[in-house]
């Protein structure tokens, strides 16, 4: 069984610019939550997709968009980056939607926004 | 809303010592708890969670957690804590409407030989 991968694991980029970060969810697992977390923070929920379809979302902005894939795999968009879009991106999958299922984490892509 | 409470920002222990890492909790309902272990640079590791039922709930590593409905309190602790414990120990709660979960800020817990 593999667990969570995500990719890149470090990335820089430049004020304004866009950046898309990836999510293979562990096998068999259908949902992807985004979390992210700043620096001395706890994650703070970005969205869920379940079954590709967006299932709820957290206080972020539009310019935050999310894609599931048939296979469950994810892709996480920013748009128009600002300089406290620096963080730690956490990517979850869990079995079901909700309910007492713990969700595993990725190691996480840490995004520097200069 | 839903939320969690981490009281403490770092924990000091000595090796072989007990441990307890605080957290409280806030919920609309019968709530759904988790702990939480990250390391640096690393991803978040689960560690244990609460549904329903025994009040003490035992996860990976050795760790355990007491539930307390009264004083809305779920607790992590370990008899006898190691150098390998030294993390960042998060709290969290289950969202009601979403199934996201909301975190703590996180407690740095430190173990020396």
């Known amino acids: 069984e593999t667990g969570v991968t995500q990719s890149p694991t470090h990335l820089i980029k430049t004020r304004g610019q866009q950046v898309t970060l990836r999510c293979s969810s562990q096998?068999?697992?259908?949902?992807v939550s985004w979390y992210q977390q700043a620096l001395g923070q706890g994650p703070q929920f970005i969205f869920q997709y379940y079954r590709e379809e967006e299932n709820g979302r957290g206080n972020f902005p539009p310019r935050f968009s999310g894609l599931q894939f048939p296979n469950y795999s994810s892709e996480l968009n920013v748009n128009a980056l600002e300089l406290d879009d620096s963080a730690l991106y956490l990517c979850?999958?869990?079995?079901?939607?909700?309910?007492?299922?713990?969700?595993?984490f990725g190691p996480g892509t840490r995004l520097t926004v200069t | 809303a839903q939320s969690v409470a981490q009281p403490e920002d770092q924990v000091n222990v000595a090796e072989g010592n007990p441990l307890t890492v605080k957290c409280t909790y806030s919920?609309?309902?019968?709530?759904?708890l988790f702990w939480y272990v990250q390391y640096p640079n690393r991803g978040l590791q689960f560690l244990l969670k609460y549904i329903t039922g025994d009040n003490l709930v035992k996860g990976s590593y050795g760790f355990e957690a007491e539930f307390n409905k009264s004083q809305t309190s779920f607790h992590l602790k370990k008899p006898s804590a190691l150098v390998s414990d030294s993390a960042l120990y998060f709290c969290?709660?289950?969202?009601?409407?979403?199934?996201?979960?909301?975190f703590g800020k996180g407690t740095k817990l430190s173990v020396k030989p």
């Open positions: 979850a999958s869990s079995l079901l939607v909700g309910g007492a299922g713990e969700q595993y």
């Open positions: 096998s068999g697992h259908n949902t």
């Open positions: 969290a709660v289950r969202g009601v409407r979403q199934g996201n979960l909301i």
């Open positions: 919920v609309s309902g019968n709530p759904y």
